[in-house]
């Protein structure tokens, strides 16, 4: 018999209850290591999850949604009659009290599951995201209550120095801290090498490698599974460098250089201070930056070099080519998250 039944048993596809439906959805974009910039160019990218770490966070609020489907339309069983309860849950989400942030972070979510664009009409428009709304590392909080200051003495200040992420500390290992004569070593062997046999595994190392060009100092920690899954050399900076160093020295090649890492410390703190350290030990004066652009509207000279923050930033002038060297540091792509979520007390 054709059509929904077959051998007198209804079609697998309609059996699958929503948390399986929604996980098949999710995996099936799943496109890690693919290129974005490839896919936005042929109109998939839509269609596509390129980072596990994204991917595993859609999921994990994908699954908020689909409980509370089941706990408030229980008769919807299928991710299609949901649907038209997405703004629903996401008004409550927000009514609920949670950050513009993570509001926002479900919309994606949920706007990837069910292919809806943020350009939309019925796409959901969450609360403004503003600096000042940020909840973590400002402030005295609950969790610092048990965090102590003086026993993770050592932690701080490699955070500090180092500016990774919790997982990428979490990873790290005793053979990760790479010196600028070993870097240049290698970037004159790939060199040889792209001379005679170029290819693209090549070329992207060798561009990680000449990055370190940007920073100062003369140690780095190797991050081979940042943000999106991208590898990086991140600069050690700051007065404890000499601390920070000899204690990967001491740490043998495959063992973790912190085996615990304590739940309540202010990672991404650390992690901004460490970026408006290097900001500020690149920056220009912004009188000093030159005019050298002129706008095609109004013919007047401006400085193409100078970023200018907005939201509740507005206004305030910030030297693009220290940003740069900032999120290069950090690993991220775009210097707008740097201004957004990074550098602060300028």
Not at 60 to 85: N, V
Not at 263 to 275: L, N, T
Request: glycine share 8%; aromatic share 10%; proline share 3%.
């Amino acid at each position: 018999m054709k059509g929904d039944y077959q051998l007198g048993r209804r079609n697998k596809s309609y059996s699958k209850d929503l948390h399986q439906q929604a996980y098949e959805r999710l995996t099936g974009m799943q496109a890690f290591g693919e290129s974005k910039k490839a896919a936005v160019a042929d109109g998939t990218e839509k269609d596509k999850i390129f980072s596990y770490n994204t991917y595993k966070s859609y999921w994990k609020h994908t699954k908020y949604f689909i409980k509370y489907i089941k706990e408030k339309h229980s008769g919807c069983t299928t991710l299609k009659s949901a649907k038209k309860y997405v703004n629903e849950w996401l008004q409550v989400r927000a009514d609920q009290g949670l950050s513009a942030w993570t509001v926002q972070l479900e919309a994606k979510a949920l706007g990837k599951l069910y292919g809806i664009q943020p350009d939309d009409e019925n796409y959901f428009k969450p609360p403004k995201r503003n600096r000042g709304d940020i909840k973590r590392s400002r402030g005295d909080r609950v969790r610092d209550r048990h965090f102590s200051k003086t026993n993770n003495d050592e932690l701080i200040k490699f955070c500090r120095g180092t500016g990774l992420r919790r997982s990428e500390l979490g990873e790290l290992r005793g053979k990760d801290l790479v010196t600028r004569e070993q870097i240049e070593k290698e970037i004159s062997r790939l060199e040889a090498v792209q001379e005679a046999r170029p290819t693209p595994a090549a070329e992207k190392r060798l561009t990680m490698l000449q990055d370190t060009r940007l920073f100062q100092g003369e140690y780095f920690t190797f991050v081979r599974n940042g943000k999106g899954g991208r590898a990086r050399l991140s600069p050690i900076i700051g007065k404890n460098t000499e601390q920070i160093v000899e204690r990967i020295r001491n740490t043998p090649p495959e063992e973790k250089v912190w085996q615990h890492v304590h739940k309540s410390a202010d990672i991404h703190g650390y992690r901004a201070e460490y970026a408006t350290a290097i900001y500020k030990a690149h920056a220009r004066a912004i009188k000093e930056i030159p005019f050298d652009r002129v706008n095609r509207g109004t013919g007047r000279r401006y400085q193409s070099e100078v970023y200018v923050c907005r939201k509740d930033e507005a206004g305030k002038k910030l030297d693009k080519a220290a940003m740069l060297v900032c999120s290069k540091a950090l690993g991220h792509n775009r210097i707008s998250v740097v201004a957004d979520n990074y550098i602060r007390g300028l």
